[in-house]
């Protein structure tokens, strides 16, 4: 796969050539329990060690516990982001997670989340991006370990 580059010049440093490929994964998530979807403290612990196993960077966290119930959880990372945001009443999470380059895969921020939230079903889509025109794929999904 040959990705688009550019260059950054800094000063008084040799310019860095960046790759503009990445991959953006984003997964509905349906038939979670209540409780694990309400719980912002619990989501944000989750979420970093979600980032943790694709290898991304994590450099900050916003989380939100809303009234009567629904979290927000946003991971900035290094490499972009990984966000949640969650609709307990429904037992849905919509989940997505996209990372500039290739060393980072955002697919398995996503496998990782869907093991622990344990969703009755998933509907995924990955963009390719950065290359020209988007390219929408079907992510292959990491089969849950039942428990």
């Known amino acids: 796969m040959k990705s688009v580059s550019h260059f950054i010049p800094r000063k008084g440093e040799p310019e860095v050539e960046y790759s503009t490929f990445g991959r953006h994964v984003a997964v509905d998530t349906w038939g979670v329990n209540f409780d694990t979807l309400n719980n912002a403290?619990?989501?944000?612990?989750?979420?970093?060690?979600?980032?943790?196993?694709?290898?991304?960077?994590?450099?900050?966290?916003?989380?939100?516990?809303?009234?009567?119930?629904?979290?927000?959880?946003?991971?900035?990372?290094?490499?972009?982001?990984?966000?949640?945001?969650?609709?307990?009443?429904?037992g849905f999470a919509a989940i997505d997670c996209y990372t500039c380059g290739e060393t980072v895969d955002p697919q398995a921020a996503i496998d990782y989340l869907v093991d622990v939230l344990k969703p009755q079903r998933t509907y995924a889509k990955k963009l390719v991006r950065g290359l020209g025109e988007l390219q929408v794929e079907e992510p292959t999904m990491a089969q849950a370990q039942l428990v």
Do not use: D, N, R, W
């Open 41 to 90: 403290e619990l989501l944000q612990s989750h979420m970093i060690e979600a980032a943790e196993a694709c290898g991304a960077t994590v450099l900050s966290v916003q989380a939100k516990q809303f009234e009567p119930q629904g979290a927000t959880v946003l991971v900035l990372l290094s490499e972009s982001h990984l966000s949640i945001h969650t609709y307990p009443e429904k």
